[in-house]
């Protein structure tokens, strides 16, 4: 009878451990802000708490953040919904409570990073070691962890407008404009009398006519003279 007695209270204990166990339980998830960032870019991922089965609630957390320390640099982490955070940044430990127990789906808080200048692959963001406790009893939860492509910072190479072509046109010979070309020169060449020119002209020819008047004046005297 008394080992019915003891096989009967183990039982009992199992079955509330197993119970306990059950019923106290919780997720967590990393959400980014993006799924592709740029260099030199500051980005947020949420750290969201969800699923929580037990009957009193969730009231603090504890966990480690791993990150890709090459190509992120830690900004700061904010908490949300009545969550207050503490960060150490050398181990990467959090530890975060609020007043009071909550059992809702929600962001707990909000951790900032940034893209350094050099980075140039996909980065990595992992929270790990999860712990959350109603207050009587620990439950661990699985790593939540998120990764982000980083974008190539290159634009792509535009065409230069103004880059001299090899392109060459053919000009066809116009043998019109040869030949006004050379009478042109023709005309320069054979360049025709100006007006002081003609002045000299004319007035030499004046001088002619009259020098031929006056000499045909004195042989028709000299012709009288002699038939006198």
Not at 69 to 85: A, C, E, H, M, Y
């Amino acid at each position: 009878m008394k080992k019915i007695v003891k096989i009967s209270l183990v039982l009992l204990v199992v079955i509330g451990i197993v119970t306990n166990v059950y019923a106290s339980s919780c997720n967590v998830s990393l959400q980014p802000s993006k799924s592709e960032v740029k260099q030199n870019e500051e980005f947020v991922v949420d750290v969201v708490l969800s699923n929580i089965q037990d009957d009193k609630g969730m009231i603090t957390l504890t966990a480690t953040l791993d990150y890709d320390r090459n190509n992120l640099t830690f900004v700061k982490i904010d908490g949300q919904n009545s969550w207050k955070p503490s960060y150490n940044e050398e181990n990467g430990k959090i530890a975060a409570e609020r007043n009071e127990y909550t059992k809702n789906n929600e962001t707990i808080f909000k951790i900032t990073f940034k893209v350094k200048e050099k980075s140039q692959q996909s980065v990595g963001i992992t929270l790990k070691d999860i712990i959350f406790s109603n207050g009587d009893q620990d439950i661990d939860v699985t790593n939540a962890t998120t990764t982000l492509l980083l974008a190539n910072n290159e634009e792509p190479t535009k065409p230069d407008n103004n880059q001299n072509t090899n392109t060459i046109i053919d000009t066809p010979t116009n043998n019109n404009s040869t030949t006004n070309k050379i009478d042109d020169t023709t005309v320069k060449k054979e360049k025709l009398p100006q007006t002081g020119d003609m002045d000299i002209v004319l007035f030499a020819l004046g001088g002619i006519a009259v020098l031929t008047t006056i000499f045909f004046i004195k042989v028709k005297i000299i012709d009288k003279n002699i038939k006198q």
